[in-house]
């Protein structure tokens, strides 16, 4: 099975651009990930509010994944 893209550039530079780099978003959301949990598993130094957000943050993150259909694709 082949898949193919195709685009009018420049005109669809935008789009030509969110499917090149998509990768690399990828990595940058998983890499965002990798440091929350590290915050909450690892840094003993934090605060319990700050625990607490950064849970937050992290569980809106998953939210936001699971919503655009992506979770398979970035972990």
Known sequence: MKAVLEFNLPEDNE?????????????????INSKL???IKYDETI???TYKKVEEIRSHLFELINENGINNLIF
């Open 47 to 49: 605060s319990d509010e």
């Open 15 to 31: 789009e030509f651009q969110l499917a090149t780099k998509a990768a690399a978003m990828s990595v940058v959301i998983w890499s």
């Open 37 to 39: 949990r590290e915050i």
